[in-house]
């Protein structure tokens, strides 16, 4: 879909293609922009370089693939959530989001942590991707792993509870008291 933004990836990956003449980028999915995408990728001369995966539908195959790569990166600006950010970091990948107000995917990125925002921008994200691919391997796979522990059913779960259990319990400044009064 074109708020998926995969063409600012492709981009960016051209932008890559200077120093990084081997990368390889895997777009996992379908949709009425693949054709405009493939065509893109072919004006760039990097058919080498950009993959086009179609849906998968075997989650285990979706996380291999992820588990292949060194980075994430959601170029879109509409996402709901955003659990494919949480599943890239559960494969301990961090992921590079699009700083926007209707991406709610920005919420689950604490930048240098599990991953980074951008600007919607080829060549910010290239940057950003530039700077994964440069560091240390592994060095985001704790911080991703534990980012992923806030989201389990378990620990939301507990959270509920605890939020439940003060408003029951204990009485807050703030709250307010209705009293009904006899007429």
Not at 169 to 182: L, R, V
């Amino acid at each position: 879909l074109s708020h998926k933004n995969v063409d600012v990836l492709i981009r960016a990956i051209k932008i890559l293609t200077k120093d990084h003449p081997d990368i390889v980028c895997l777009v996992i999915g379908d949709g009425p922009e693949r054709n405009n995408l493939e065509e893109l990728v072919s004006s760039l001369g990097i058919q080498e370089n950009v993959y086009f995966m179609g849906s998968i539908s075997n989650e285990k195959r979706i996380y291999a693939k992820m588990e292949a790569c060194k980075v994430f990166v959601l170029p879109s600006i509409r996402e709901g959530f955003g659990i494919s950010v949480l599943e890239a970091n559960a494969c301990g990948l961090p992921v590079i989001v699009i700083n926007h107000h209707n991406n709610a995917a920005c919420g689950l990125v604490r930048n240098g942590s599990n991953g980074y925002t951008s600007d919607l921008d080829d060549t910010k994200v290239a940057e950003l991707i530039a700077h994964v691919l440069n560091a240390p391997k592994n060095s985001y796979t704790e911080a991703c792993t534990k980012n992923v522990q806030n989201y389990c059913w378990k620990h939301i779960s507990e959270r509920v509870d605890d939020v439940y259990s003060n408003l029951l319990n204990k009485p807050h400044e703030d709250s307010i008291a209705i009293i009904e009064s006899e007429r």
